[in-house]
């Protein structure tokens, strides 16, 4: 490319926003030239708004920039990446999307919108031709989600097996890392020697943001899938990746836990295919060790992005069970985003 699309963040200097900076530092298609934060950190520069956590160092240009607020003024970016709270998300992106914006969100706000695209680029890139309905896409403006952290990882490992089999009935129990509660999170004491045994709204984003994903495209809208899903999420004191132990029943049972090993290793998607500069080699990664995976092991297969499955099994009670892990704030959040936006450009939205 002879010039890079520019980029901003809505929420610039939360976790989720210190990681699209991460993330974005030295991209080949993307150039973040807008930090947007909320009205306290306005007039200061990013270093001095921003109480910096990533593992690699603040890029000093981006610590030099200036925040802005929340608002569609002035020069605006071609995309803009949200990682905004659900409670002031949804004026802010749909303002952003009128005024022309590409509005690429980490945000739950409109992921079960029906004219809003919740998109897994292995999953369903299809289902980018959804804003064609939206009232915004005529001037050039648009939204597109991904989804729950937990779902991304859990929808990665069921796409193909459901391919292969057909999905009956699923169940997870999830151990979610600290992080996924944003900074500072959950208190200290609440974690240390301890599980939180629930996690506010988590479940009913596992209940249904799979089917939407799973679903089908009928005249850019979509059908969603009727999969009947249980979850019991768990917060626990590790600081990135989440850990989902996964039992399943098939409409079509494989012969042995070979085939879903096979069907695991064999996927890929569009991402792969066209190497989209985010996307990982193989975006499911079998480890057949069976003390993996483990957060601290396995969370930065793929720089990230990909999906860690081990212990695959027959169950007594489901077809066969399974234990996955998922990088919560790479590819369960920012990395997930930026990977739609390469989507946008590889399939001419841009």
């Not at 930065?300 to 081990?310: E, I, K």
């Amino acid at each position: 490319m002879s010039q890079k699309i520019s980029v901003g963040i809505l929420g610039a200097t939360g976790a989720v926003g210190q990681r699209f900076v991460q993330l974005l530092e030295g991209h080949p298609w993307f150039e973040l030239t807008h930090v947007y934060a909320s009205e306290r950190s306005v007039g200061k520069t990013y270093a001095e708004a921003a109480q910096w956590r990533m593992e690699s160092a603040l890029p000093k240009h981006i610590g030099a920039m200036p925040i802005a607020a929340c608002e569609p003024t002035g020069e605006l970016p071609r995309v803009v990446f949200s990682a905004l709270d659900s409670s002031v998300a949804t004026e802010v992106e749909r303002a952003f999307a009128d005024a022309g914006c590409a509005v690429v969100s980490n945000s739950s706000s409109y992921r079960m919108a029906d004219d809003v695209p919740l998109i897994i680029p292995e999953v369903n890139p299809d289902h980018l031709d959804v804003i064609r309905a939206q009232a915004s896409f005529k001037n050039g403006g648009f939204i597109v989600t991904n989804p729950n952290c937990t779902t991304v990882g859990l929808t990665m490992v069921l796409k193909p097996l459901h391919d292969a089999f057909g999905l009956k009935s699923v169940s997870v129990v999830s151990m979610q890392a600290a992080s996924g509660a944003g900074y500072p999170g959950v208190p200290s004491l609440d974690l240390i020697d301890n599980v939180v045994p629930y996690i506010p709204g988590e479940e009913d984003k596992i209940y249904t943001e799979p089917n939407k994903l799973l679903g089908t495209l009928e005249n850019e809208s979509v059908h969603h899938n009727d999969i009947p899903i249980d979850a019991t999420c768990n917060r626990v004191g590790v600081r990135d990746g989440h850990l989902e132990a996964v039992s399943i029943s098939f409409k079509s049972p494989p012969k042995d836990s070979g085939e879903i090993i096979e069907a695991l290793q064999s996927f890929c998607g569009v991402p792969q295919k066209n190497k989209l500069p985010s996307a990982p080699e193989a975006p499911i990664v079998y480890n057949e060790d069976a003390f993996r995976p483990q957060p601290i092991l396995d969370r930065m297969n793929g720089g990230g992005m990909a999906v860690t499955v081990g212990r695959v099994k027959e169950s007594r009670l489901f077809d066969i069970s399974l234990t996955l892990l998922v990088h919560n704030t790479i590819r369960g959040a920012a990395g997930a985003a930026i990977l739609n936006a390469e989507l946008l450009k590889d399939q001419g939205l841009l």
